[in-house]
């Protein structure tokens, strides 16, 4: 009778290779989509306008506060 629990005799260094690769592998495949989705997505007018509010709106809510601290 054939044991099917036994595996076949790889050294250490053997399946670490081999884990190296495949995981290499992925990560080229991960990293080449992420490229295409920035490549894709350039900033828009909307984009800039809406980073510049952002901004804008944290430094009124700091000097909003910057006051309410020196009436006091």
Do not use: W
């Given at each position: 009778?054939?044991?099917?629990?036994?595996?076949?005799?790889?050294?250490?260094?053997e399946l670490k290779k081999?884990?190296?690769?495949?995981?290499?592998?992925?990560?080229?495949?991960?990293?080449?989509?992420?490229?295409?989705a920035l490549k894709d997505?350039?900033?828009?007018?909307?984009?800039?306008?809406?980073?510049?509010?952002?901004?804008?709106?944290?430094?009124?809510i700091g000097a909003y506060?910057?006051?309410?601290?020196?009436?006091?």
């Amino acid at each position: 009778m054939v044991n099917h629990l036994q595996s076949p005799c790889l050294s250490s260094e053997e399946l670490k290779k081999v884990v190296e690769r495949v995981v290499d592998k992925k990560m080229q495949e991960t990293v080449a989509k992420f490229d295409n989705a920035l490549k894709d997505s350039e900033p828009t007018v909307t984009d800039i306008l809406g980073g510049i509010g952002y901004i804008l709106g944290l430094v009124g809510i700091g000097a909003y506060f910057n006051y309410r601290r020196k009436k006091e």
